[in-house]
């Protein structure tokens, strides 16, 4: 077979099924519906298999992307599963939420003059066929007496606890809320991540022999140092989230109809308010719905609200759409479903009415100015620009803060924000003690907080003395397995061990 | 699972649990706070720890039967049952500073909750003064507890069956007014109440520490549900309170702040009530004769 081009690999990506938009903003199923078998291998096919590889680089855990889609075409699936898995135990997770854009996808030769291989969508795929098949990727695992305990169940815990549970540590992870998923759960709606699929995609890393023990409140139920001296961990690694949503300050954010996202969705979510009154926990929503941010946050609780019912959403942001956070499909998508888009406007303040409940919102219009530190234009009001527009509830997806509780019941050294100061290699300032994911990072996206949690492993095992299994095993030596990530630069630096340079 | 090992009728709307949690009662401390569900189809809701036993393995709650969840819990929480789950110690522990005396107040369910802190201050050598109100003697429970740990002890009812006839903030002026030292007060208990507590020691300057009860439904900082305003700022009451200084608590905001859901609050009790007493009635004519 001639080696595939740009010019004859198939022009576009393959499309991917959807609910119809209006037909979608009356149920929480999924939008998206994944590929079938056939979308599946038309898209693999397209890839090029590249020997510079960047979409690896791309990735923050350094999945061996031409490696699972070889599998694909060569309709091996369970092969490409076991290819992923060597990286992540979370692909139909990571495959639906992952900003592909700006990772793998974004970094994809063949975006240079089409579309790029839509390498999310094949890791959904795989990822999804694991789940429907029972596959389990199940190493043989030898105990080696080291007790490991976790902090969160998000998805820096969860990496962190299946790698040291696949080095043979006993661990437990430590959970604040009734269920596991951290933002998984209580924050990402159904329609976009089914809470069955992390039930699924988690319960091969309880399959691992992790321990989870619900209801926990580290820190308070026990301080990091009990944890140690008291219950006999060995190594503790702290994933407890960003949490702690921001508000602005402005006038009118005590009215009653004023709430984060992170409440919104929480109690949609986790507490499945929009059941009730079948279910007890209730939520009060009004016909206009204003959300202030353009972020995922943003779009979730819009799209909630949509799906509950609301008449009209905005979404209030004070830049452009180019400066959005948001995934570019989850702009689509909000975009698709009615969400009525300001860009360039900034909430003055929140008016209310005599019950003391939302009646409006007053805001100035904003242009783009000089660029700020964080490189993007810094949005400035334009005088006299201000205007009302009535509402009822107004929701607040500007961002969150530090949780301060692990850092009021312990010594560890924070940073200014209160966030967890860590070194390179994910140690915090505490001995045996490690920490990633957003409580170091600030909120940051899903497969960052994975690759901080598997850093933090390998650090850990150096700790404990363990050997880590890729100097042991004789397996494919061509497979790229160890990265790092050094969190605070948000740079992804790739650290191979020697000896283990792929074979190019 | 988290079993209950006593229960206790305290009033008609008043009872007490005792849950099993070896690890809860060795980590509470006066002040804090638990999240409960009582099934996973429930809501979170907040309850204080009133008492804890590290020999029992046990913690207390006295919970008031006002909405759904709560009278649901009244009805059908019995001795060997299970809650789906519990939570805590939530929030900062009341500051115990070394004060020389001290007036603890609670009213309504700010009762039980105030205890603790009694108690602590007792052990720390201050000379505590009690006052606790109740609407009629019938309804008063904890009285000896109370006496075990306060110096002296002053019952207000709003009837005058008990003690003296009128609200805790007249306790709190007749203590004020026999012990010119009293350097700080401790108030738990409605809202109203608390602001008034606050509003009574304003003049006196005497340092007044209360206990916030807002909606809550996380407890750990994550939803932002619970924040209240304290001299002029936000806090997140579950983990930067829920003891604030009274003299700068927005009590008025906090009061609205409870209604937010009152429609849902009446539809969803409304609803239990209907639904249990056609569970009543259907099972009436399977009673044994
Ligand atoms: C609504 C929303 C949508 C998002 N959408 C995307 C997306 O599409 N793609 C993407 O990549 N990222 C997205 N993100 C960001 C992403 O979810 C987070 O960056 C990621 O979940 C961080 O993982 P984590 O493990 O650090 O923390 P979390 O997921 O926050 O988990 C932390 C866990 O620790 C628990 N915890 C906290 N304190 C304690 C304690 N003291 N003791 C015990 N347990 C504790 C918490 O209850 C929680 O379960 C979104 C975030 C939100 C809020
Ligand atoms: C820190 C704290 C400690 C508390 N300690 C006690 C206690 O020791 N004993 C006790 O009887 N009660 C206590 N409460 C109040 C108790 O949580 C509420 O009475 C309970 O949630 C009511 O639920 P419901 O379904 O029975 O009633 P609902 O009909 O739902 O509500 C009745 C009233 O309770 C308040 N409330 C409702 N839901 C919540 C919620 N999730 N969180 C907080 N308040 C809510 C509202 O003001 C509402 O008007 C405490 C509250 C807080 C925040
Ligand atoms: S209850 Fe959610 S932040 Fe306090």
Redesign the interface.
Same mark, same amino acid.
């Given at each position: 077979m001639p080696p595939k081009t740009m010019r004859t690999i198939c022009q576009q990506r393959t499309p991917m099924a959807a609910q119809d938009p209006k037909q979608r903003i009356d149920n929480f199923s999924e939008v998206t519906l994944g590929y079938s078998l056939a979308d599946a291998r038309n898209e693999a096919e397209r890839c090029l298999m590249c020997p510079q590889e960047p979409c690896v680089k791309g990735c923050p855990v350094g999945i061996d992307i031409p490696g699972f889609i070889q599998k694909i075409c060569d309709q091996d699936y369970r092969g490409a599963y076991e290819v992923l898995a060597d990286a992540t135990l979370l692909p139909a997770i990571c495959g639906r939420v992952c900003p592909q854009e700006d990772q793998c996808e974004g970094a994809c030769v063949v975006t240079q003059k089409l579309e790029s291989v839509g390498i999310g969508r094949l890791e959904r795929f795989i990822g999804d066929m694991a789940i429907a098949e029972g596959w389990s990727s199940k190493p043989d695992i030898e105990p080696n007496g080291y007790k490991v305990a976790i902090v969160g169940a998000g998805p820096a815990g969860i990496a962190c606890a299946a790698d040291m549970a696949k080095a043979g540590c006993d661990v437990t992870i430590f959970e604040? *809320? $009734?269920r596991p998923g951290g933002v998984l759960t209580?924050g990402i709606p159904d329609f976009r991540l089914p809470n069955t699929v992390v039930d699924a995609e988690f319960e091969k890393v309880l399959q691992l022999g992790v321990k989870v023990e619900?209801?926990?409140?580290v820190g308070?139920?026990?301080s990091l140092a009990q944890l140690r001296n008291e219950l006999g961990f060995h190594a503790v690694f702290i994933g407890t989230?960003a949490?702690?949503?921001s508000?602005m300050?402005i006038p009118g954010?005590?009215l009653?109809g004023v709430?984060?996202a992170?409440?919104f969705l929480?109690?949609c979510n986790l507490?499945?308010a929009g059941e009730?009154?079948?279910?007890?926990?209730? *939520? $009060?929503m009004g016909r206009k719905v204003a959300v202030i941010g353009a972020g995922n946050t943003a779009m979730d609780a819009m799209r909630v609200a949509l799906r509950l019912g609301a008449e009209e959403v905005y979404c209030l942001y004070r830049r452009t759409k180019a400066e959005s956070p948001a995934r570019e499909e989850e702009l689509e998508h909000a975009k698709e479903e009615g969400v009525i888009f300001q860009w360039l406007t900034a909430p003055l303040e929140i008016l209310g009415d005599a019950d003391?409940q939302v009646s409006g919102l007053r805001c100035i219009r904003m242009e783009l100015g000089e660029p700020d530190n964080s490189a993007r234009r810094r949005p400035v009001a334009i005088e006299n620009s201000d205007f009302e527009f009535e509402c009822n509830t107004v929701i607040?997806a500007i961002g969150t803060n530090a949780?301060?509780?692990i850092g009021?019941t312990s010594k560890l050294k924070l940073n200014k924000r209160g966030y967890i100061e860590v070194d390179a290699e994910q140690r915090t300032s505490l001995a045996g003690v490690f920490a990633g994911g957003d409580i170091v990072t600030g909120s940051a996206t899903v497969i960052l907080a994975m690759g901080a949690g598997r850093s933090a492993a390998r650090s850990m095992k150096r700790y404990l003395g363990i050997k880590e299994a890729e100097e042991m095993e004789v397996s494919d030596p061509a497979r790229p397995r160890a990265f790092g990530i050094d969190t605070r630069q948000q740079q992804f630096t790739r650290v191979r061990l020697p000896g283990k340079e792929r074979a190019a | 699972m988290y079993e209950i090992l006593a229960r206790e009728e305290f009033s008609e709307s008043t009872f007490l649990l005792e849950v099993q949690h070896p690890?809860?009662a060795k980590?509470a401390n006066p002040g804090?706070f638990v999240i409960v569900?009582v099934r996973a189809?429930?809501?979170?809701i907040p309850l204080t720890i009133a008492d804890y036993s590290v020999a029992r393995g046990t913690i207390t709650l006295v919970i008031q039967a006002v909405g759904?969840?709560t009278r649901d819990m009244q009805q059908n929480c019995r001795v060997g049952d299970m809650l789906?789950?519990?939570?805590?110690?939530?929030g900062?522990p009341s500051h115990i500073g070394e004060v020389q005396k001290v007036i603890c107040v609670g009213g309504g369910l700010g009762v039980a909750p105030v205890f603790p802190q009694a108690r602590a201050f007792k052990q720390r050598g201050a000379y505590v003064i009690g006052v606790i109100g109740f609407r009629s003697k019938d309804l008063i429970f904890w009285e000896d507890k109370f006496r075990d740990v306060c110096d002296e002890l002053i019952i207000c009812t709003d009837d005058g069956s008990a003690g003296i006839q009128g609200l805790v903030t007249d306790g709190v002026a007749q203590a004020i007014e026999s012990h010119p030292d009293i350097e700080e007060v401790i108030a738990i208990g409605p809202p109203v109440m608390m602001k008034f507590c606050a509003e009574t020691t304003r003049p006196h300057k005497i340092k007044t520490m209360v206990s916030l009860n807002p909606i809550m439904?996380?407890g750990?900082?994550?939803?932002?549900?619970c924040?209240v305003?304290v001299g002029g700022e936000?806090k997140?009451c579950c983990?930067?309170g829920p003891d604030f200084d009274g003299h700068q608590v927005?009590f008025d905001?906090l009061m609205?702040?409870l209604?937010?859901?009152k429609?849902?609050?009446k539809?969803?009790l409304e609803?239990w009530s209907r639904a249990t007493n056609c569970r009543l009635q259907d099972e009436e004519p399977h009673t044994p004769q």
């Open positions: 604040a *809320l $009734h209580y619900a209801n926990t409140l308070r139920l026990f989230g949490g702690y949503p508000f300050g954010e005590a009653n709430l984060s992170n409440e929480t109690r507490m499945q009730f009154p079948a279910r007890d926990t209730p *939520l $009060h003391h607040y949780n301060p509780i009021q | 690890l809860l980590a804090q569900m189809d429930g809501e979170r759904k969840t789906y789950a519990l939570v805590g110690p939530m900062i439904v996380d750990t900082g994550m939803c932002g549900g924040r305003s936000i997140f983990v930067d927005d905001e609205r702040r209604d937010r859901f429609a849902e609050e539809q969803s609803r």
